[in-house]
């Protein structure tokens, strides 16, 4: 009831769905390097396609309130602001994504209600960018900010406005005060009120009366979150942002207030867990960033299962930080609108879908939102306790229609209290200018490090400067320069500013690093040097005013110090082996691995710094694994980036795909921060990211060339195991030996000079591992073993041999007989054009050795593995006979089709002799039919007189020296292959003065390879021509 007694209304609520928009940049610089096609398109203003790269023809079309497509169509104007190339353009700038979303939350919020604009998408997606822009181009929360305080000034006599802003972030379900220099343990506190919801207790909120002092608190805000990603060792990504502005109309002459909570929520890096997370890695989800997005996502599809009617039990707001913030927003008292933000890359087809249908699922949820409006009398007696319980503190949750400083005062005693509280503010803002003021004529006037950030929101935003005389720089409060991060030492380096140069010298053995190039010694600074201190804090070196001109800053950013860093350490797309595609342009598959490569490095650096100081003994390393060293063809197939890891105590190493390595290191981050507090850092072996249980590591592959046993003979070769670099792990002696069925070597008689001869006939072979010579794995570790496993055609599992420990030259001898019972066209094709892969495997101390057993595999009477078994296997299917018995019944039902089958071919040339001796009687009389002897038809199996009379023994000798002269060229040819393969893996040395002698060895190589093939070609010509002229002077001789 109000003053006079009367009862009054509840507002309505307004049911209204969140509204979804979808927006997709230009490429990147790195999709740009790595070749990227785009896979998005937007044919009207409202549906977007996405087309699989890997199957073009399957596309998927979503449609949502808005698709802005801002990938082209764009040009710079004089101002730096980006704008539609021409008027056909449907280019949407960032006034185009204003106007329609946030000019609707400034709609809502003049009208009482709460509004809230969540931004979606996975790292570099450009979130950021159409949140809070870049340079000229600004985002929807400065356009917000600034049009409400345009608005403002043009207020009527009777009406106060008031306007609060506080800025937070949440890292690891931790939230952290942006506007407080100050940061408390664990971060600050979510309470839950029965009246407020939820809230952030202690958080600061500011008043403000002007544009100008909420840019100055967004960029306040900004460098707090800088120095603490710093600190922390964290990515920007990986933490959620929120902005929270109170807007307030009072309205003097009719005792009303209308609030509004205007919430602004920049979301993390929404990646996939194969992406970026535990992908294959026994600690599940390292990153409780990811986890809050889990329960985001959980929380969004509840709701939109709720919208269609489907029943739900509970949505669990309960389970993050985030989404208890988060619940007026979603489903509750707010007007809400997501924006997802996606990339055009065919390389980030996996993560734009996933962004894309979250969103879809986003814009089922309905909203019931309210108009605030309140009486101050009405709060003074029935919210006090609520206000006294609440006081000082702030929230992005629904908003109770009261201010927390009111307690119960009048229209007039509200003015007074807010003209205190910003009496107070204007103290505060005096201080901050004139420190502004001095830092900005600083800028102008001394040299200064600036700091590159791989978020770009957040790069410059620091500034150190380097006064006349000497300076150091480090961790310590006691420096000139205090700087924090990863690697940086108390004293770190030491900075001297002298007759107007300016020179960088570092402490003990503490790393610099200047242009991408290690340094040790005192070096001079020129204007727009890259620094880099410790593992991986990037500065920009700004010169004197002299030294200046109009230089684009921009072109230094993070990436560009990578590239550097990498380009001085001898990574190249070059080095990596990159061909290229026949277009003069290099690979895409390799150019996106060096791309993941240079992403990575300052990653396995960092990881590297925090194993150094927790005195974990690791070491890691990036390696690059060729995926044909994994294929039987031997083709040039994709690339991935691998970690390799050596416990330098124990000799221990593993080897970590790139999305288990990422997972390790939020992990480790977690356990470093852990440190860093002073916290107990220890965790039991099973939880700690620094271990694994000791495990199998592949160390190289070796090609086996099946050609010969198309012909059916023997190969007996030493074949080179590469590693993932191309080099030589061990050596490989092996026999491949066409055989009978009881395992008896075939001889020369035996070779054919036609594989289709061998088409559906048995054959028999058997793959003898004789040793291992040189293993460079063994030499290493004298206590350590090896394996090696290979499969073969359509073999369904790998076959081990057993272990061998503590031998540096192993001898194995083990052998294994394969039967092709009848060998299909598909089987001589594979042999003629494939190789076996042998993979050499290092066993260490502790870990399990490979399974020798062979479960499943078919074999024949006699024990022999069955390969090419594709009739087989239907009969397996019927699940009625162990695979003994199915041999043995597959054996019975081949012999019984092949004598099936020759009675029909004598049956049909039978029927076919009949109709001739038919058409023959017909045609001549009695007497000469009885002397003239049929023309038979040839039958199949049965050899004709003419037959007979060709398979004279110089035949036979002739087909053996062809035999022998085909097994000679094969064998040169085996030889060839392996040198071919061996120039193929070498790389340029990183030493220039190693250069001559390695283009010397490889031109040397190249003539060998050459003479050795025209050599063999040669040979071959020559014993074909004996033979046929042999066989010619045969035929010569018996006419």
């Known amino acids: 009831m109000n003053n006079d007694g009367k009862v009054m209304k509840m507002p309505t609520p307004s049911i209204e769905s969140v509204k979804v928009a979808v927006r997709v940049r230009p490429f990147s610089q790195r999709e740009k390097n790595s070749g990227s096609k785009c896979v998005i398109s937007m044919h009207s203003r409202t549906t977007t396609t996405i087309q699989d790269p890997k199957n073009p023809e399957h596309m998927k079309t979503f449609t949502f309130d808005l698709a802005y497509w801002s990938h082209d169509g764009f040009q710079v104007d004089q101002d730096g602001v980006f704008i539609s190339a021409d008027p056909n353009s449907i280019f949407a700038s960032q006034r185009d994504v204003f106007h329609d979303l946030g000019r609707g939350i400034l709609d809502s919020a003049w009208q009482g209600y709460n509004a809230t604009l969540l931004a979606y998408g996975q790292t570099g997606s450009g979130k950021s960018y159409s949140m809070i822009g870049f340079g000229a181009n600004k985002g929807i929360i400065p356009n917000v900010c600034e049009e409400l305080f345009q608005a403002v000034e043009n207020r009527e006599r009777n009406q106060e406005y008031q306007v609060t802003f506080s800025m937070l972030e949440i890292y690891n379900e931790q939230v952290r005060d942006l506007l407080s220099r100050t940061k408390k343990p664990g971060g600050l506190k979510v309470r839950e009120d029965q009246q407020l919801g939820f809230y952030v207790e202690g958080l600061k909120s500011v008043p403000c009366e002007n544009y100008a002092q909420i840019e100055r608190l967004m960029e306040q805000g900004t460098k707090i979150r800088t120095t603490a990603s710093t600190n922390m060792n964290v990515s920007s990504s990986r933490s959620h942002m929120v902005i929270t502005i109170q807007f307030k109309q009072v309205f003097l002459d009719r005792d009303l207030t209308k609030q509004s909570s205007i919430n602004l929520v920049d979301l993390a890096g929404s990646e996939r867990q194969k992406s970026s997370g535990s992908e294959g890695d026994r600690l599940k989800e390292g990153s409780r960033v990811n986890l809050s997005l889990t329960n985001l996502g959980n929380v969004i599809s509840a709701l939109a299962d709720a919208a269609v009617g ?34 055009p890359a065919d390389i980030c087809y996996e993560e734009t879908l996933s962004t894309l249908r979250y969103a879809e699922r986003a ?4 909203n019931k939102a309210v108009v605030n409006t309140s009486t101050p009398m009405r709060e003074s007696r029935a919210e006090n306790s609520k206000l006294l319980l609440s006081c000082g503190n702030s929230r992005i949750t629904e908003q109770p229609a009261y201010s927390l400083a009111e307690h119960g005062l009048g229209p007039r005693a509200q003015q007074l209290t807010w003209a205190h509280l910003l009496a107070q503010a204007r103290k505060e803002w005096q201080q901050q200018y004139a420190a502004v003021a001095q830092e900005r004529q600083m800028v102008k006037t001394s040299p200064h490090l600036l700091n590159v ?11 150190y400067f380097i006064q006349a005389g000497s300076c150091d720089a480090g961790q310590s409060a006691s420096n000139a320069i205090t700087l924090q991060g990863l690697g940086i030492s108390d004293k770190h380096a030491s900075f001297t500013n002298l007759d107007g140069q300016v020179a960088v010298t570092p402490h003990s053995k503490c790393k610099v690093v200047v242009n991408g ?59 990596l082996g990159a061909g290229n595609s026949g277009d003069g342009k290099a690979d895409p598959s390799v150019l996106a691995v060096f791309q993941d490569y240079i992403k990575l490095m300052p990653l396995v650096a960092e990881a590297n710094q925090m194993s150094e100081e927790l005195k974990k003994e690791l070491k890691m390393e990036l390696k690059v694994k060729n995926l044909a060293s994994s294929d039987s063809r031997g083709y040039d197939l994709q690339k991935e980036v691998m970690v390799k890891v050596t416990n330098q105590r124990t000799h221990e190493v593993w080897m970590w795909s790139k999305a288990k390595f990422i997972n390790r290191k939020f992990l480790m981050e977690e356990l470093y921060q852990r440190f860093l507090d002073g916290e107990d850092r220890h965790v039991a072996q099973e939880d700690d990211p620094f271990w694994d249980p000791a495990e199998a590591v592949h160390l190289g592959s070796a090609h086996i060339w099946l050609q010969s046993l198309a012909y059916c003979m023997e190969l007996e070769e030493q074949v080179e195991f590469l590693n993932c670099d191309g080099l030589e792990e061990a050596v490989l002696h092996v026999h491949v030996t066409p055989c009978s069925p009881a395992g008896q070597a075939c001889g020369e008689e035996d070779v054919v000079t036609d594989p289709w001869e061998l088409l559906g006939k048995r054959m028999d072979f058997q793959i003898h591992i004789v040793r291992c010579l040189g293993a460079q794995w063994l030499k290493e570790d004298a206590e350590r073993g090896i394996q090696m496993g290979y499969r073969i055609y359509d073999l369904p599992h790998t076959l081990y041999t057993k272990p061998v420990w503590k031998v540096v030259n192993p001898q194995i001898d083990e052998s294994v007989q394969f039967t092709a019972l009848n060998a299909s066209q598909d089987f001589l094709n594979y042999l003629q054009t494939n190789a076996l892969i042998v993979d050499l495997w290092g066993l260490q101390e502790g870990c399990t050795a490979l399974s020798c057993s062979q479960p499943g595999l078919m074999v024949t009477g006699e024990g022999h593995i069955l390969v090419d078994t594709k009739k087989t296997a239907i009969v397996m299917d019927t699940g009625q006979t162990t695979p003994t018995q199915t041999s043995e019944l597959y054996l019975k039902l081949l012999k019984l089709e092949r004598e099936t089958e020759l009675l029909r071919n004598i049956n049909r040339a039978l029927r076919e002799e009949n109709v001739f001796l038919r058409e023959s009687l017909e045609k001549t009389g009695p007497s000469q039919q009885a002397h003239k002897p049929p023309d038979t038809q040839k039958i199949p199996g049965m050899a004709t007189d003419r037959e007979m009379n060709l398979t004279c023994p110089q035949r036979a000798s002739y087909d053996g020296e062809f035999a022998k002269a085909l097994k000679v060229f094969y064998q040169s040819m085996n030889v060839a292959r392996g040198q071919f393969l061996k120039l193929r893996h070498y790389k340029p040395p990183e030493d220039d003065h190693m250069l001559r002698p390695f283009v010397h060895q490889q031109s040397q190589m190249l003539r060998d390879f050459g003479d050795l093939l025209e050599s063999s070609l040669w040979k071959l010509k020559n014993d074909v021509a004996l033979i046929v002229k042999k066989k010619r002077g045969c035929l010569l001789h018996s006419e």
């Open 310 to 343: 489907m029943k739900v039990l509970h949505i669990p707001y309960r389970d993050s930080v985030l989404t208890k913030l988060l619940q007026s927003a979603l489903g509750g008292n707010s007007r809400t609108a997501l924006i997802a933000a996606i990339s």
């Open 453 to 463: 950030n791989e978020d770009p929101q957040l790069t410059g935003v620091l500034k």
């Open 517 to 575: 190039v290690p340094i040790t010694t005192k070096t001079r600074l020129q204007h727009l040097d890259r620094i880099i201190l410790g593992s991986n804090s990037a500065y920009l070196y700004i010169g004197f005013p002299s030294e200046r001109g109009n230089e684009d800053l921009g072109r230094f950013d993070y990436d560009f110090f990578q590239l550097e860093r990498a380009a001085a350490e001898g990574v190249s797309v070059d080095k």
């Open 363 to 366: 814009k089922k949820i309905r």
